[in-house]
């Protein structure tokens, strides 16, 4: 089930938002601001690590910069159960999971 008509493309709500006609999930908007910016720093990281490992065709720096964008990304609730179908408590929970698996990638 789509969530807009065929020639309207994809809907933006407070779940998700549209870019160049494609459709993204939003952050969870229930995370504390300091949780959102340090999971965004490691989801930042982990793009730019996706970058170099793959100009050097390093592959398995490439998988490692990837599983770092997945488990910010899920911290986030961009990625993994929707983050509306659970109780904030839960939701921070998760994220903060996110974040001790990402920083002991750090360790």
Same mark, same amino acid.
């Given at each position: 089930m789509s969530d807009a008509g065929p020639s309207d493309g994809p809907a933006e709500d407070e779940h998700y938002f549209v /870019?160049?006609?494609r459709r993204w999930r939003r952050t969870d908007p229930s995370l504390p601001d300091d949780v959102v910016e340090r999971l965004t720093s490691h989801l930042g990281r982990g793009r730019s690590g /996706?970058? /170099?490992a793959k100009k050097a065709g390093d592959d398995d720096a490439v998988a490692a910069a990837r599983h770092r964008v997945g488990l910010a990304k899920h911290g986030l609730g961009e990625r993994g159960p929707? &983050? &509306?179908d659970d109780e904030p408590a839960a939701r921070l929970a998760r994220a903060r999971e996110a974040l001790d698996?990402?920083?002991a990638l750090d360790d």
């Open positions: /870019v160049k006609g /996706v970058r /170099v929707r &983050w &509306w698996e990402l920083d």
